[in-house]
């Protein structure tokens, strides 16, 4: 026997990836051709509904949220500790309540502030996503990001004034007029720009299903109205990524979904994120019958007596800055 005819043939295995990703990412795309669909087929059907599908879809997605106090000791043994859990939890408080305060002081800026910070989360979650599923080390670049995290921001602001400029007063009075149109017209090209090359670039790499959902996520937020096309996102394609990513990095999963027993590790996560989501509701429920009660008086409304959302979305703002900030750690986790 030759030596060649000695060599051990390595068994070829399939390339990495992971099937909870690869299922849960298809929902987005889906949920959001279908409204575009929908918008397309039966354009006034959506009319009636007014702000309904989006605080529906950010109530679906609260929960996607709801475990950031536990993310720290999946992903790092040193944040295991009695002080540095305390610490962390004080220092989401602190950050929550400071932007809170920030955002009722100076709205407009603030708002500016928080949609950028929203275009980089959203798209950098789904850089991560991409670069979880298929095994890869994510880098992060600034086109990708764009294409990804601007049409739920950019889009509707740029081209459904209409629509959106009487909810950025209502949260941030004098915004509408702060967003200048050739501003509007500029960030637009930018985001489309982005999407295009970062859609070429998916195409070229034979990543068809990517590019697939990259043109359906620009094309639902140009054509279904923001309060459907948000919603829809929100709840179907950021936050369903954002917990099949959490499901992954608890510890305690890692055995059911070695085996596919999905619905262990959901009934697991559903018991994490039970409380934190209900008292959050139970929270947003309580500010929105105060700021709206008629038996508040101007001394006590304060700016809140005519816009109950301002409130409501700083509330919503002060969470969501440490909430990135908590995932990004999982991101940086992500690329290690």
Known sequence: MTPAS???????????????LRRVGRSGPIALAGLTCLALLVPGVTAWAGILPLLVGLLIGLPHGAVDHLLPAWISVRARSLRVTVGLLLAYIVTATATVALFLRTPVPTLTGFLILAVLHFGTGDVAYHAERDGQTPVRPVLAVLAYGGPPVVLPIALWPGTVDPLLDAVAPGASAAFAPAGRLIVLSVVLLAALVTGLRALAARRGEDAAALCILVAAFAMVPPPLAFG????AWHSARHVARLLRADPG??????????????????????LPTIAAFAGLLVLVHVSASPTVGPATAGPFQDSPLQLVFAVLAGLTVPHAAVVNRLDVRTAR
């Open 232 to 235: 829809g996102y929100f709840a």
């Open 253 to 274: 999963n890692r055995h059911h979904l070695a085996v596919g027993r999905l619905g262990s590790a959901i009934r697991r996560f559903a018991r994490q994120a039970a």
């Open 6 to 20: 000695r060599q051990v043939v390595r068994p070829v295995h399939p390339p990495p990836g992971d099937w909870l």
